[in-house]
């Protein structure tokens, strides 16, 4: 292999890492700026309110079901084992993002529209982590 041969390849090469880096980097700040927006509005209900005080707009549950006009469920927030988990669901029934409070810290989750996750995104006492899947479910990208 001739050296501009091996630069062509490590050119191409480049193109595609910096391709799925920027991928990664757009689906990360969609989900940086969401949780951000999720926790601006949490931050907003009254303090007394979210400790237990009832009010007219107060309404309490341990889960709550957002159906499409049709009847479809397409969410789903839930407590179960004192963690509490958001799942969206698509059009077919499919969950496709989960997020929740689990015992280590927050995670993410974005999956196919087979239900098979493809991105995990989550904050435990060691530090944040992202990992990508394939479609096979096979690691192909793990930080740190």
């Given amino acids: 292999m001739t050296t501009e041969e091996w630069l062509e390849k490590v050119d191409r090469e480049l193109g595609r890492v910096k391709g799925r880096n920027g991928l990664l980097v757009g689906a990360l700040e969609m989900g940086l700026r969401a949780l951000a927006l999720m926790m ?33 469920m397409r969410a789903v927030l839930v407590v179960a084992a004192d963690m509490p988990t958001l799942a969206l669901f698509d059009t077919a029934g499919t969950p496709r993002a989960v997020l929740g409070i689990l015992a280590g810290g927050p995670g993410l989750t974005l999956a196919d529209e087979n239900g098979k996750s493809r991105a995990v995104l989550s904050v435990l006492a060691d530090g944040p982590g992202l990992t990508l899947f394939d479609a096979a479910g096979k690691t192909i990208w793990r930080a740190p």
Avoid: I, M, S
């Fill in 40 to 72: 601006e509005e949490a931050a907003r209900v009254p303090k007394a309110e979210a400790q237990g005080a009832v009010g007219e707009r107060t309404v309490r549950a341990n889960k709550f079901v957002l159906e499409d006009e049709r009847g479809g």
